[in-house]
């Protein structure tokens, strides 16, 4: 795999401000580091058994056997006052969702789709997809493999989805603008899989 030097970059943009088109610059295997300290990896194609997984993933999750929730980023209203992009997007959480005041929402609970029996074969995809994810973490990071379990450790089972995550969030129609998630446990790893079809960009 390419070995990778990530640098900081100064920029103008801000969070809300609508992502413009960045031909990529990374398209093969690569693992990236920070301060020499390997940080993340990006692959061009997964094993096939994540591949057939997210297969039967995804057509799950776009049939109406998975029920999705209508997600925005604050209100139209809001969004035209910034002068940024209004977005809506349609998701489907699995795991644990944490407190949301801004929701009226002062708990941690359970993504209600689990409890959606014409879910449970997109639920069950989706967990073996994560644990097939916590075994390539495991083998081109195995430190940050070791760190975001000794994360975890410190999170209650009814807590988790999988081994080494919390959650699973899947989107589609999403054109999101610069943002942050800022509900992340600090110095937890993600993994991001994208199935594109009909995709473009503005």
Not at 89 to 102: D, E, F, N, R
Not at 152 to 180: M, R, Y
Request: glycine share 4%.
């Amino acid at each position: 795999m390419k070995k990778i030097d990530l640098t900081p970059q100064n920029h103008s943009r801000k969070v809300g401000h609508k992502c413009e088109y960045i031909e990529p610059n990374v398209t093969e295997d690569s693992i990236f580091y920070y301060e020499g300290i390997p940080i993340g990896f990006y692959l061009t194609n997964m094993p096939e058994k994540m591949n057939k997984l997210v297969d039967l993933a995804n057509a799950e999750f776009l049939s109406d056997r998975v029920p999705k929730s209508k997600m925005s980023r604050g209100t139209k209203k809001q969004a035209i006052a910034k002068g940024v992009e209004w977005v809506e997007q349609y998701s489907t959480i699995l795991g644990s969702v944490p407190p949301k005041a801004h929701m009226r929402r002062l708990y941690k609970s359970i993504g209600s789709v689990h409890g959606i029996p014409t879910a449970k074969t997109f639920i069950k995809a989706m967990l073996l997809l994560a644990k097939e994810s916590e075994k390539l973490i495991k083998e081109i990071l195995p430190e940050q493999y070791e760190a975001q379990k000794e994360l975890l450790s410190k999170v209650d089972e009814q807590w988790k989805f999988g081994n080494l995550f919390t959650s699973s969030i899947s989107n589609f129609n999403i054109s999101a603008p610069f943002h942050q998630d800022n509900a992340n446990i600090k110095g937890a790893v993600n993994v991001i899989i994208t199935k594109r079809k009909n995709a473009n960009h503005k």
